[in-house]
């Protein structure tokens, strides 16, 4: 079992930046897959980026791309999400996901582990 909690949301203007963390349980995060994704209103869940296990390589979603930055600390036990350059379309609640058996990083269906989530609110 894995839990996970989610922190860093806010309200922030256009051009501003924030940092969520996702702080993990267990004693193998190493082993994880961790991602991040988000939920507008009305909208459908999306993939936003991914960090891997093996040689900690990432992607990101396009419209991240160059802005938002993933990376991960497996003594602590967290992955951050540095979001730069926000814009109000990246308002949303963000997820973070966990797995340990992940191949298709952006498919939200191959993460068991899912934090509460997380409200960012970017104002024009």
């Known amino acids: 079992q894995v839990q996970l909690v989610e922190s860093g949301g806010g309200l922030v203007q256009a051009g501003g930046s924030l940092r969520l963390s996702c702080a993990a349980s267990?004693?193998?995060?190493?082993?994880?897959?961790m991602g991040w994704f988000r939920q507008a209103p009305g909208k459908e869940r999306e993939f936003v980026a991914a960090?891997?296990?093996?040689?900690?390589?990432?992607i990101y979603t396009d419209s991240v791309k160059g802005r938002f930055t993933i990376s991960r600390d497996d003594v602590k036990n967290t992955v951050y999400l540095q979001m730069n350059s926000l814009k109000p379309d990246d308002t949303a609640v963000y997820y973070c996901?966990?797995?340990?058996?992940?191949?298709?990083?952006?498919?939200?269906?191959?993460?068991?582990?899912w934090g509460q989530g997380t409200q960012v609110t970017v104002s024009a």
């Open positions: 960090i891997s296990v093996i040689d900690g390589g990432t």
């Open positions: 996901a966990a797995d340990n058996q992940v191949r298709r990083l952006w498919l939200g269906s191959e993460y068991a582990y």
């Open positions: 267990g004693r193998t995060f190493e082993n994880y897959v």
